[in-house]
Structures are given as C-alpha cells and as structure tokens.
C-alpha cells in the first residue's frame, strides 16, 4: 500500500480553551497530518469551504504533491483570494507538510532547506492598562526571559482601547452574539504612546527589543509622526501603522522616518505586499502561515522578500492554533531572513489538547527532531468543548463613527 495516498480529510471544530477549525487528514497506510484553519471570529465559513468544497477532492491525491494541490485548489477554484478560501487551503497544506515529515521521518524544516539557526528571538506581549501596569508586564516578561516585547497601553481618555487585557491575558474575541464595541481617539494616542516608550527605555536600558502595534488605526501622515515621536527609542518595528490594503502609504512612510516597520498579519497572498517588498517599503513581513494559504506560499514569500533586506515576523497570536505555530516555526528555522517570531502563548486546556515539541526557553522559540510539524492533537479531550460563537470586537471614534478595529 502507498503510504503517501490519501484516504480522508476531515474538519473538527471544537473550543478547548478557545475556538479552533482543525483538518485530520489521514492517508491509506494510517499515517496523520494536522492543519490549523481557524480564522478568529470567522471559524465556521472556513469550516463550511472545507467540508463542502476542498476535502472531499483529497482522496486519492499524494501527499507529496503539495505544490501542485495548493494550485488545484487556489487556481481551481476561480474565485481568489480571501481570508476564508487562504485559511482553508492554508490548513490542507500544512497538514500535506505534516505528513511528508511524517512519512519521511523527518522535520519539516529539513525539507524546506534546513536548518538555518537553532532557536528563534521570539516575542510576546505586554498590555498594560495604565503605564504604572504597563512597566510591570513589561518586568515580569523580561524576568520570564523574553529579550523582545511588545509594549501596549490603556491611553488616558480611551475607555477600552486596542490591546489590553484583564489580568495579563488578552484575547480580543469575546463570546456572544454581538461584536464588543471598542472607542478610540487618533489624537489620544499620538500624544501618549511617544511617552510611554520614553519611561521603557528609562526603566529597562537600550538592551531590550521593543515592539509596538497601531492595529491599522493611523493615516499614513499620523504614521509618519508617531514613526518620527519614536525614533529616539529604537523600535524593533511598528506594526500595521494604516489599514495596509493600500500599499503605497507605506512609501510615505517610510520616506520620513527611520523606525522599522512591520506588516501582513491581515494578509492572503503575495499580491497584498508585492509592492511593498519590491519597493522596500516596510522592514518585516508578517503573514500568518495559516491565513495566508500555508507552508507553500510562505517559504515562496520569505524567498522573494530576501533580497529587498526584508525578513520574516510570522503572526502567531493565540488565535491560531499551535499546529500552525509550529508551521510558522518550521519556515522560520529553514529560510536565511528570518526576523522575529510573534508568540503570545495558550490556556492549559489549548496546550492539552494540542501536545507539542516545540518549546519557549531563553527568550527563544526552539523545534526538536520530531518528524513533521511535532504538534499532536488530542481529539478526545478536544471535542468535550463545545465550539460557541465569538466575535472580535468592532470599533468606534467617540462620536460613533465606525472605524478600523
Ligand atoms: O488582533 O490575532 O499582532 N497581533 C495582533 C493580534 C490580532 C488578532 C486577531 O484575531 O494584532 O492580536
Ligand atoms: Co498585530
């Protein structure tokens, strides 16, 4: 029997801890390949476009084929693009990779060119509501080793601004049949965060990486000056500074400061930055392996960003599951111009129900030897919990514009 045939392809939507869309595919010689397709607030359209659409035309087909299935499924399909279609052909290959590891008894980074460095700077976040709160996340975080942070505020004025979390924990979905409804001050901000790196960098030296997300809030003028009011203070990057659908702001940008600038979380395809690596517009490209349609295009994007000095700063909020963290952590091992590693951490009940190699010491992210992604899903435990609605949260001015969120 081929051990690289396909037999079946299956979608469990469950909520350990939080909502994920897993894949199980599963080939004829018994071998298991797991994909992560959760897409926050959106779980259910991406689990839709699978079972409906995408598995049912796996049986069959090799494993190994993985360049030739994602064009079956993104050419195939006419319609392009889109965080729904990307995130399901995302998750399909992923676990294609998965398997080839597996069956080859490998990692996959020795099969995307191997090991480049042995651990990857990786950095989480802290969320303080007031700064007094922020510079205390931020201490804790460097005692817990992290040598890169991201440094977000509560703004005096804002009742429930971007990014900060109750007790330390942030998770922007909120359960219920109703988006939270955030406020938000362009001019509150601008004339607050400048500050609040002033007082890091006092409190903790130049030694530390420091990063920071406008969450698609700013024009690209009001980017420029928070770009330039932050100078001083040598970010690593600043994040996602306008909505990034359109890319020539970022020219702007850039031409009037010299902070490092980071963007694509939001991302699907190449022809979302394509301009903005051949025109050296930002710094760092920051796709989520699983949203932007997986391990394939990935690898693809981080090889044509190297030489415009662009490296990689893969998303890896909570929201995706650790299988697709470990698929970001894969990329990150095997290409020459990686930049950084986003990881904000899971529940207990995420981390049971998906054990993994993959592990966080010394302010670093390391992979093992483990074949495949080394991420395990334990299926039983994972369907006890329910999946429940959840909606990220909308996001108004104060005199109830809708605005970015
Ligand atoms: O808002 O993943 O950099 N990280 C982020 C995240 C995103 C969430 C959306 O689901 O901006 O917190
Ligand atoms: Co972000």
């Known amino acids: 029997m081929k051990r690289d045939i396909i037999e079946s392809a299956e979608v469990i939507v469950c909520s350990p801890g939080r909502n994920f869309v897993t894949v199980k595919i599963t080939t004829k010689a018994g071998y298991i390949g797991y994909g992560d397709a959760t897409l926050n607030g959106r779980e259910l359209a991406v689990a839709a476009y699978l079972e409906h659409y995408l598995c049912p035309l796996l049986e069959g087909r090799s494993v190994f084929q993985t360049e030739d299935i994602w064009n079956y499924f993104y050419k195939g399909a006419y319609w392009r693009k889109g965080p729904v279609t990307m995130t399901a052909i995302g998750a399909i290959d992923m676990a294609l990779w998965d398997l080839k590891g597996k069956i080859l008894e490998t990692p996959v980074y020795n099969l995307l060119g191997g090991k480049s460095r042995s651990k990857m700077l990786t950095y989480t976040h802290a969320n303080g509501k007031n700064l007094e709160d922020t510079l205390k996340r931020v201490e804790e975080l460097k005692k817990a080793s992290f040598e890169a942070i991201r440094v977000q505020c509560g703004i005096p004025g804002i009742e429930k601004a971007y990014g900060i979390g109750e007790k330390g924990i942030y998770e922007p979905a909120i359960k219920g049949n109703k988006p939270f409804e955030e406020s938000w001050s362009t001019p509150k901000y601008l004339n607050f965060i400048p500050s609040v790196f002033e007082e890091v960098r006092k ?49 702007q940008i850039k031409q009037k400061s010299v902070t490092p600038l980071a963007v694509g979380e939001v991302f699907n395809t190449i022809h979302d930055a394509h301009h903005l690596i051949s025109n050296q517009s930002i710094d760092y490209i920051r796709m989520t392996v699983s949203h932007g349609g997986g391990i394939t295009p990935m690898l693809k994007i981080a090889h044509f960003a190297e030489p415009y000095h662009i490296k990689t700063g893969c998303h890896g909020p909570s929201d995706i599951s650790p299988i697709a963290l470990a698929a970001c952590l894969h990329v990150d091992t095997a290409i020459n111009n990686f930049g950084i590693q986003e990881y ?54 104060e005199d109830g514009t809708m605005f970015n969120w």
């Open 203 to 251: 409190e903790f030296g130049e030694d530390l990486h420091l990063l920071h997300d406008s969450h698609h809030r700013l024009t690209p003028t009001e980017a420029a000056r928070l770009a330039k009011d932050l100078e001083p203070y040598h970010l690593f990057w600043l994040e996602d500074v306008t909505p990034a659908e359109h890319q020539e702001s970022f020219a």
């Open 344 to 397: 904000m951490g899971y529940s207990e009940t995420t981390e049971e129900a998906f054990p993994h190699e993959y592990y966080f010491e010394n302010g670093h992210l390391h992979l093992t030897e483990a074949p495949g992604l080394g991420v395990d899903f334990n299926e039983t435990f994972a369907r006890k919990f329910e999946y429940e609605k959840a909606y990220l949260p909308i996001n108004r001015l």
